[in-house]
Nanobody, 123 residues
Framework: QVQLIESGGGLVQAGGSLRLSCAAS????????VAWFRQAPGNEREFVGG???????GIADSVKGRFTIHKDNAKNTLYLQMSSLKPEDTAGYYC?????????????????WGQGTQVTVSS
């Protein structure tokens, strides 16, 4: 099992930037696939970006060109760099992990979740 703790959320104006962090313990990032999801009120949780243990990243089309994902294996920390933020990016952002090298965009494939961090983008 992997324990995940997100941080870095907050209130930002449209066009601004934020960097979210996800610190992991219990397993190293070199042995799990990790991902960011987000959930706005009334919506299903959706995939934002992920990275397999080989380091291959994937980003959802809805945020491609604005969000990037990377990890620091030495710090066992996953990052989500968000720029050109829009009000529709407002959501709770969650870090997730699965003990598999196979990437996935499905919430059901991930067995470990953080508590989430709120991102609010004002217009």
């Amino acid at each position: 099992q992997v324990q995940l703790i997100e941080s870095g959320g907050g209130l930002v104006q449209a066009g601004g930037s934020l960097r979210l962090s996800c610190a992991a313990s219990g397993r190293t990032f070199s042995s799990v696939t990790v991902a960011w999801f987000r959930q706005a009120p009334g919506n299903e949780r959706e995939f934002v970006g992920g990275m397999s243990w080989t380091g291959a990243p994937g980003i959802a089309d809805s945020v491609k060109g604005r969000f990037t994902i990377h990890k620091d294996n030495a710090k066992n920390t996953l990052y989500l760099q968000m720029s050109s933020l829009k009000p529709e990016d407002t959501a709770g952002y969650y870090c997730a992990a699965r003990v598999s090298g196979i990437p996935s965009t499905s919430t059901g494939d991930f067995t470990s979740w953080g508590q989430g961090t709120q991102v609010t983008v004002s217009s």
